[in-house]
Every structure is written in C-alpha cells, then in structure tokens.
C-alpha cells in the first residue's frame, strides 16, 4: 500500500507547530532541569510533556504505526521495517534550559528503516525545515534547500565550516577521538592538520544537519546522538542534495540508529571530503 506521505507530512508540520506553542511558553531554567546518565545530560518537563502531546496525537490518527521518542526509549527498543515516527521532543535540551535559542522539535517518520518525511521546527526563530523523500527539501514551505548553488569543495576540507559536538559522555574512548580529531582538523596544514575555517558546536543535531543541507555548514560530524536526533533532518540533508556518512572511517552507508554520523552538503567533491575527514579522524568510536 503507498502510504498517504503529503497528508502525513502536512499533520507533522500541525503537530511541530503545536509542540513549538509549548516549548515557547515554557519557562525552564539550568537548576529545575533534571538529568539522565549524568550531570550534563539534561531533560526537562517540557521536554516529556512535549513527547506526550506528540505520540497521542500521531497514535490517534495513525494507530498502525510505531512510535519511537527520546523520553520514552528503553535499551533494547529497535526501529523495525513497519513505519514509524521517530521523535525528539526538544533538540538542543542545554541550549532550552539556557535560554539560547537554537532549539527545535525534530519529527521524521522512518519507512523499511529509510528516513522518509523529516520536519525540523525551531519555535524561537520560526525556522521550520521539511522533506519528503524524493519531492526537495524546503525552509518554511516555500524555499528550497539549498538556499543558494553549491559551490564545489575546491580547496576540499579546508576552508570548511564544520559543526562538531561534545554531546554528554565526557569520558571514555568516544571523548578521546572526538577531542583529538578535534585538534586534527583545527590544526593548520603545516601541523598536519585539516586546518577547516572554523569548528562550531551549536548544540543540536538535528539543527547542525539543516544547516548543512542550507549549505551555510559544509560539514556535520558526531558519533553518540541517537535516531530521533538525526532521523528527520536525514530527509532534509539527502533531498537538499547533501550526503551521510559514518563518523568512523570506511562506511558510506550509517544507518539511521547506527550512532554516528557525518553529514555533507551538496557541491561538487563531497566525497573527497569526507575522506579526508575520515583521514584527521584519530581512533575509532565504540
Ligand atoms: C543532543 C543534541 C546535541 C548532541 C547530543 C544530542 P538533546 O540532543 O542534539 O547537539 O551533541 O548528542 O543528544 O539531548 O538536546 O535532545
């Protein structure tokens, strides 16, 4: 059976609009939001009741399919073939609590586990990004991403603008490829390094992959954000002509609950890219 994907898609941006409503009007603040696995790995109320609003609304009008979101995951649970929405309620979780606003609810619907309708909200800026697979990639409905012609990656990775994050396991193997790739790229050619223009970390995935399918961020890599972080803005990413990779070297094709990540946007030479990301990549993620 085709699945009704435009209806679907129109009733996620309905839902994104009415999550933003609430994440708006909450009032959080860095002492009430409790934490998760540790001290920097936040959630709030909001962020429940969001998910809440969320998963009643699309189990009442899409009773058949399955429903995955960040607050309500146990260990275990996998995303199967049968459709399903994949939900986090409040990406960028410290910059809400901080008041910062590069916040979004990130909503995508996976279908035989392909990322397939993505929407991207950010209610502070009202920037809403939606896809649906194999119809473009648009900002508010009307423009489509990219915002303007790639340009080809003439100098490679240098001269990129590459988004990173930390994420919240600050310890162990992950941490310390993560802060020796970091060194590696912002080191200049003379030190070996991938000398990119800048390293930014935003604080939100699913943010940090609309920016890259934009173009404004050429380059997003992360391993340790899970499938409802980068699930819809995927759709984006590929429909805006922008590619995945593996955070780890040598996998061209990550899945969407495989934990690791590298985005790249459209333009001419993304591949040579990412191999000369995985090239400055120091270890391998666990
Ligand atoms: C986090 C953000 C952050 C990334 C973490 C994610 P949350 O999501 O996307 O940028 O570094 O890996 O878990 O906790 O704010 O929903």
């Given at each position: 059976d ?34 998760k696995?540790n ?75 392909v ?71 912002a ?82 030479g ?17």
């Amino acid at each position: 059976d085709q699945l009704p994907l435009q209806e679907i898609h129109d009733f996620m941006i309905e839902i994104a609009h009415k999550a933003g409503e609430m994440i708006t009007a909450a009032h959080p603040s860095t002492g009430a939001a409790g934490n998760k696995k540790n001290s920097v790995d936040l959630v709030t109320e909001t962020d429940r009741a969001v998910e809440k609003l969320v998963s009643t609304s699309l189990r009442e009008k899409y009773p058949d399919f399955d429903f995955m979101g960040e607050e309500t995951y146990k260990p275990g649970d996998t995303i199967t073939d049968a459709p399903t929405f994949i939900c986090d309620p409040i990406d960028g979780t410290t910059n809400f609590v901080h008041r910062y606003p590069y916040v979004c609810i990130s909503l995508g619907l996976a279908v035989n586990r392909v990322p397939t309708i993505g929407v991207v909200f950010n209610p502070f800026t009202k920037q809403l990004y939606t896809a649906i697979k194999g119809q473009g990639a648009f900002l508010d409905q009307k423009t489509r991403l990219p915002l303007s012609t790639p340009t080809a990656f003439e100098d490679g990775l240098s001269s990129c603008l590459v988004a990173v994050e930390w994420g919240a396991d600050r310890s162990g193997n992950d941490f310390a490829v993560k802060s020796k790739t970091f060194e590696n790229l912002a080191k200049t050619k003379e030190q070996g390094g991938g000398m990119v223009h800048g390293l930014r970390s935003f604080g939100s995935a699913a943010l940090n992959i609309c920016g890259v399918a934009s173009g404004g961020l050429d380059v997003y890599w992360e391993a340790g954000c899970w499938a409802w972080d980068v699930c819809a803005a995927w759709v984006i990413l590929y429909e805006a002509g922008g590619i995945m990779a593996d955070a780890n070297p040598g996998n061209w094709k990550p899945t969407v609950d495989g934990r690791r990540y590298m985005a790249v946007r459209a333009g001419e030479g993304q591949e040579k890219v990412v191999e000369q990301f995985w090239s400055l990549v120091e270890g391998k993620f666990e």
